[in-house]
């Protein structure tokens, strides 16, 4: 609530009440935040903590890539078996997809190095022989994966072929003589590259190639390939025949991870060893796919490996929690700069510094409940309880959405806290310079963000294109649509709407932002954004849909970047709706408050950035969007006193934090340099300053 | 010039006139961007490029170190002295400051670790005898630190306090029975830290310290102080009695460089070494300054160190450029994603691609010719040729401006660069995360960029006071200022400006677009912004001088975040400002005409960025705002064809790039794939597609 100053303008001061009844319970609110597999997390939250498990910033890289693998070793030699979480029962796994995700996402605090090589293992290697092979497969092939007798690498991406998986040039031809496939590179571009574990640890690799057979190309498909031999002590020896590869060799980041290249030059391997289960070669090389359509049969394989997209979403989100808990415990303890005579205000107290920090503390925990949604339908399709292709297709989107969105909020906000901690940040020793390096691959991998955007986009107009074949079914629905754009239109274009806002507001800011508190107003303007900005694109595409290539290609080009655009906002709704929805679960009054104030910020701060175009399609009037950044300004005030409750609710003790900064030892130097000057003033030795001196003078 | 389409609306397709005029003359344009100090820059690139200074990514932090160190011996063993041109010429230097930072920047291409350690001993430890310093002094001193035979620390920064120097707590009390200054560090935070040079090599330091004499604290002065013994092979040995450190360890770049720190106990120096130009201490003790107020002095003094922030501009500029170059090379090289039988396209024909990486380019040209402009003002003033108050005022705050804009936007560039390069990009043979993690703290240092931009603003604050102090002195003068105040809030409050322009335009998207092309509609649009947020964050302000302490913070509080905003619009208007003056300058019509373009998408992409700060302030009408996007889309079209030679004429070749996917590798693997498939296709040994072999069957 606010309350009105003198000069009746709306002021930061909550009112009696909230000021009493807000608060945070921290405890209550970790536990809400551990989701839907609490002591599953909790475990694997605890052996992040592990000092075993810590990246460790003396080794060399290649002394970092040894001990990454020992460490995965560790990891499934005791009783704990979290890494085979999603694995089936019957091998010794959990069978369970959800709380697999949720725990790999816990990893990241440990070291994003070791995170990502178990990924590749575990979810990557292990997941293409458990959702692309048939039962035997998983039973001949799955326990050498989740032991780590065989330690695999993912063999999908190419050199010349990025994040178009369709494009990529490999060949596994069949030979009906042998019943084998012959994998082959046909040239340079087709080598396989950035593949974790391929330069030094795998002995065998998934790998996707064209499957030619009778002279057919039947798309791409996915073999199991031994590619190093197993020397006697488990280790990987030479390349095995036809095999070859090199060592990306250094990288920005991740650096206990062999990434390499692999190469097949007429490698045989068994007609058994094609993963079968969504397509297979009889002896003959008669082909037969449970699937018709090559383009259904290409995407229901690719989709079934959504889930790296759904563990990069909630790791992302992880590291900037990570990063804000950091510079928050600094700036909560760090002082710069008072005026003579006036205590060194804490860089916390700072406007600029709480512009910095609380939008993307916001933004954390909005990250965090649209990744626990994602969890959700991720387990809801991968348990099999709720596995409908429309569940599918949302679950696609949805990875796609959140995952381009988060890594480039986690890198974005490890950024912005490095800085905020001014060169104290720089130093490797207070975490967060190790951290962003490590978190920079994710903003690519697993698709390059800007493609999964495009990708997003082109659902939401094709659901769009669905709506609209719906409603213009019938004579009376097309008026309907045909009246409904026309007036929207006539809306905007003479700023009608924003008009009788202005009228309604007129006078009285304290109204406008009132509105703006409201949670259905935002809502409705964020989902108003999307559906506006997919209508627009899409009526601006139609016309490509019947235009020659040339200026089909020119529309698309014209409306590439709406389509992007469009993405994001709707990964902003989807974050929103996961926030408000979780702040209903919330049952402390005070938490419940607090959490409103940090979900508006989230909200409100995705409208500030967008504003020009709430101005320009009318949904906003001048008025309402002018109290925008003030109310943003005393909603990050409100929640200054609640900023440590905020960070230590996500759970990370100093054994996950692990920078000096963040460990009280500026709170005890500041004490310690306040205490001396103390002493001189008592003393009486203290020397005068020149300035007084002269000033006492004049 | 746009040219109409069937539909009326406008498009991209240059003029017949145009298409045919628009060209870059590269080695023209080239020599254009080489500045003033065309022979020295030509020179400083051309070492730059030698293998013997580039960054080696294979060594060890300890090894790089020693490495820096030795290719800083190189630099000044041979004939070229470009290292000491900022020396006088009586000592062996050129006498040519501004020449001395234009080389300097070029040295961020060989290996920014190199860079600073260089910058470190010749830019800030040498630069502190050199401005601080007496001529006698000078003589003594600056020799052993040019040679090297002296690497020296800056010991400035205390880990107590970072940008705010006035307030470090080491102190230097004078003792007139040995007529000596006694160093002493009085608590853990008042520790001397991230000190290039001294965790190693450093056997002096230039300290600052609060200057105590007969009981009076005169304020920060620098002391030449002798930290560790000078071993007989020439290295540095032990630390001096008093003096003790400790390493800071890894950081998150420039790990070529020995950062430490260093505290003082009882640590004794001769009063001559006092660098005494702005204060000296009689035998007795007497303290005397030619400036009086010690807040002048001291502002004087750390003023004569903003080369600093000179050079890391110019610098940070072109790390930005080297990313770029790679990133454009590549992406004119690579392609993704085509359709069936569709060739694929080369990813710099993407509209995201371009929307990614052309504004960058467009603002790095923009922060070359605002730095050149930098360099001048710096020339002038450190020359002597201008040296007066207000010019140093004008380079302090055009520094602090740019520095803070510069160092953010390299930070940027470099990410999307990395990332618009993919999984390649990540990868250190790429050198664009390298180059960033070692750019990261120039966001930091040398004032963190927060820091600064409330310097910039703080400034433009009072020049807004002068001048409304000078507009009022008559009544008349008042009268007319009231008045113009209250016209343009009436005119903002009610939008009527912006009714005006839409009434111009109504129905022609033409003639908004066409004003936005306009260069005085761009300055009064950027420079407008300037002076109505200068204004209003003034007149917000004004109510703090007469108010309590408490509520005189309060106001500040609320008004912090705007005066960095003001900041940043002033950069931009003066890079804006300085590109433009260039374009003046440039001969050839072709290249010209491409260079305004490049400086409208600079100007209309910054506009575009604050579009709601011009809806709101009734600056744009709805109508042209709309045009704004599109239009810049159609610019960076139109630059397409002329991306490569933009990027070329930096003049940066393959020894400065060093990456290899900027080397034309990716051509030739494109070009490889493409071949194989047009000879399988010639063969007639292809496999037929199952996609096409049941679209054949139906």
Redesign the interface.
């Known amino acids: 609530m606010t309350t009105t100053s003198p000069d009746g303008t709306a002021t930061s001061v909550p009112s009696a009440d909230d000021a009493a009844t807000a608060h945070v319970d921290v405890p209550a609110l970790s536990e809400l935040l551990l989701g839907r597999w609490p002591e599953l997390r909790r475990t694997a939250r605890a052996r992040a903590g592990e000092a075993q498990y810590h990246k460790d ?2 080794l ?1 890289p290649a002394e970092h890539r040894e001990r990454t693998l020992e460490q995965m070793r560790q990891m499934v030699a005791g009783d704990d078996k979290i890494a085979w979480l999603a694995y089936p029962e019957r091998l010794g796994g959990g069978d369970q997809p959800g709380a697999n995700l949720a725990c790999f996402s816990e990893l990241v605090a440990a070291d994003p190095s070791l995170q990502i090589k178990s990924g590749v293992q575990w979810g990557l290697f292990g997941a293409a022989i458990l959702h692309l092979g048939t039962p035997e497969q998983q039973d001949r092939l799955l326990p050498g994966a989740m032991d780590l007798t065989v330690p695999g690498a993912f063999a999908m ?1 190419e ?6 998986v369709q ?1 990529i ?1 490999t060949t596994a031809t069949y030979d009906p003589d042998t019943e084998e496939f012959v994998i082959d590179t ?5 080598w396989k ?2 593949l974790g574990n391929a330069a030094q640890h795998a002995t065998a690799a998934t790998v996707f190639a ?1 499957l ?1 057979t009778n ?5 791409v498909h996915c073999f199991y390939v031994p590619i190093r031999e197993t020397l006697p002590d488990g280790t990987a020896g030479d390349f095995l025949p036809g095999v070859g590869g090199e060592d ?6 991740l650096r206990g991870i062999d990434n390499g290249r692999l190469h097949f030059t007429g490698v045989r391997v068994p007609r058994a060893d094609l993963l079968a289960r969504y397509g297979s070669v009889a002896a003959d090389g008669t ?1 037969s796919s449970p699937i018709e ?3 259904r049969r290409f995407f229901t394989m690719l989709g079934s490996l959504v889930q790296g997209r759904v563990s990069l979403d909630g790791s992302a989100v992880n590291s900037a929690k990570i990063g804000l808990a950091i510079a928050v415990r600094y700036a909560a303890e760090r002082r ?4 003579p005579g ?1 205590d ?1 205000m804490v860089v916390l ?5 709480r ?2 920090l609380f939008p993307r503390i916001a933004e954390a925990y909005a990250g965090h409940f649209a990744n626990e949604r994602l969890l959700d339908l991720f387990d809801d399709v991968f348990s099999g309880e709720q596995d409908t292709p429309e569940r599918r297709e949302d679950l696609e989107t949805t990875a796609a959405a959140l995952k381009s969105t988060s890594t480039a909020f986690a ?1 974005d906000t490890l ?1 912005e806290c ?2 905020a901690c ?2 104290a ?5 207070n975490r ?3 951290l ?2 490590d978190m ?2 994710y ?3 697993e698709g ?3 493609v999964l955007q ?1 990708l997003v986009a082109r659902r939401l107009v094709a659901d769009y294109g669905r709506e609209v074949k719906g409603a213009t079914r019938t004579p009376a629905g097309m008026a309907r649509f045909v009246v409904e754009r026309a007036t929207d239109a006539a809306l905007h274009r003479t ?1 009608l709407r924003r008009v009788t806002q202005a009228i309604a507001d007129v006078g009285d800011p304290r109204r406008a932002a009132g509105h703006l508190r409201d949670a259905e107003t935002q809502r409705e303007l964020l989902a108003d954004r999307v559906a506006t900005m997919v209508e627009e694109v899409a009526t601006a595409m139609r016309p490509a849909l019947k235009a020659e ?1 040339a200026v089909a290609a020119r529309i698309l ?5 709406a389509l ?1 655009e469009a993405a994001k906002a709707h990964a902003d709704l989807l974050r929103w709706e996961a926030f408000t929805d979780a702040i209903a679960e919330i049952e402390d009054t005070g938490t419940r408050l607090v959490m409103t104030w940090v979900r508006d910020v989230y909200g409100l701060t995705v409208i500030e950035r967008n ?2 175009w709430y ?2 399609h009318g949904r906003l009037s ?1 008025q309402r ?2 109290t925008v950044t003030g109310y943003v ?1 005393r909603l990050l ?1 409100r929640l200054r006193p609640h900023a440590l409750d905020l960070v230590d609710a996500w759970g990370y003790g100093p054994e996950h934090l692990r920078a000096k900064i963040a460990t009280g030892a500026e709170a ?3 004490d ?2 306040r205490a ?1 000057y103390a002493a001189l003033r008592a003393s009486g030795d203290a ?5 007084s ?2 000033a006492s003078r004049r």
Do not use: C, M, W
């Open positions: 910033e003396s060399t991406t050199t010349g072929h990025g994040s178009d494009s040039g046909p040239f340079r571009g087709a590259d950035y064209r030619v002279g057919v190309d039947h798309g990306d060799g250094l990288k920005g980041g082909y359509s090559p383009g710069q700069f008072g005026g006036v060194e107290d700072y406007a600029t510094h512009r910095r890198l950024q490095r800085e001014g060169g940040g720089f130093l490797t020793e967060i310079t190790s962003r390096a920079d691959v903003a690519t991998f390059d963000n800007t495009q700023g290539p080009d014209e409306n590439q970047v992007v504003l020009a101005l320009l001048d969007a002018r300004d005030r005890e130097r500041q310690e340099a001396y020397p005068v300053s020149e300035k001196l002269r």
